[in-house]
Nanobody, 126 residues
Framework: QGQLVETGGGLVQAGGSLRLSCAAT????????TAWFRQAPGNEREFVAAIRWIDSRTYYTDSVKGRFIISGDNAKNTVYLQMNSLKPEDTAVYYC???????????????????WGQGTQVTVSS
């Protein structure tokens, strides 16, 4: 059925940058939209950014606008999240998710996504 593999997490100082990658291996599903979510301890999973493949439209949560950039390479089945000007409040496990079709549920709702990666830890020190 294929899987999503996230890489690129790590420890960085506030103000630094990281780039996350999400690769779809042995992909047997179609991809309508790919998103990044994050979850900090004790918190619910939170939408970060998404890209709709049909027109490359991107979406961001307000707290990361102007700092994070989502992009994709269709030929490589890979989506990236460039994270700049990182803050301690960005600390979380970051998950990649794929929706294989358009849904009535909003793009920022985890229930709109069918496939999930295992997550990668991002820690921002102050």
């Amino acid at each position: 059925q294929g899987q999503l593999v996230e890489t690129g997490g790590g420890l960085v100082q506030a103000g630094g940058s990281l780039r996350l990658s999400c690769a779809a291996t042995d992909r047997t599903f179609s991809v309508y939209r790919t998103a990044w979510f994050r979850q900090a301890p004790g918190n619910e999973r939170e939408f970060v950014a998404a890209i709709r493949w049909i027109d490359s439209r991107t979406y961001y949560t307000d707290s990361v606008k102007g700092r994070f950039i989502i992009s994709g390479d269709n030929a490589k089945n890979t989506v990236y999240l460039q994270m700049n000007s990182l803050k301690p409040e960005d600390t979380a496990v970051y998950y990649c998710a794929v929706s294989d079709r358009n849904r009535v549920i909003g793009f920022n709702d985890p229930r709109a996504y069918d496939y999930w990666g295992q997550g990668t830890q991002v820690t921002v020190s102050s």
